[in-house]
């Protein structure tokens, strides 16, 4: 699978939350460190879509991912649940 067949995945999911996760590297006094966000949440497919497709063009050193979540569900139960791999060669 590539990037934009996990992008529908989480647009076209049963969860009615759309969740966007950014992760990013950050660099602070020669101290790279990987972070990761969630930067937008709407019940809007469409929404979560343009936003995805904003976020995406306007900081492409960023990595984006859209998750499709239900509500009152503990999110550490499933099999993967919302989350995005920063690994040490992107800190390098």
């Known amino acids: 699978m590539d990037y934009q067949d996990y992008v529908k995945m989480g647009l076209e999911g049963e969860g009615k939350l759309k969740l ?3 992760g990013s590297v950050e660099e602070e006094k020669g101290e790279k460190t990987g972070v990761v ?7 809007e497919k469409e929404l979560a879509r343009q936003k995805l ?34 690994t040490r060669e992107d800190l390098q």
């Open 53 to 86: 497709q904003e976020l995406s063009e306007k900081n492409p050193e960023n990595y984006y991912m859209v998750y499709s979540v239900l509500l009152d569900m503990d999110l550490t139960t499933l099999s993967h649940y919302p989350s995005i791999e920063i």
């Open 20 to 22: 966007i996760l950014c």
């Open 37 to 43: 966000s969630v930067v937008f949440a709407t019940e």
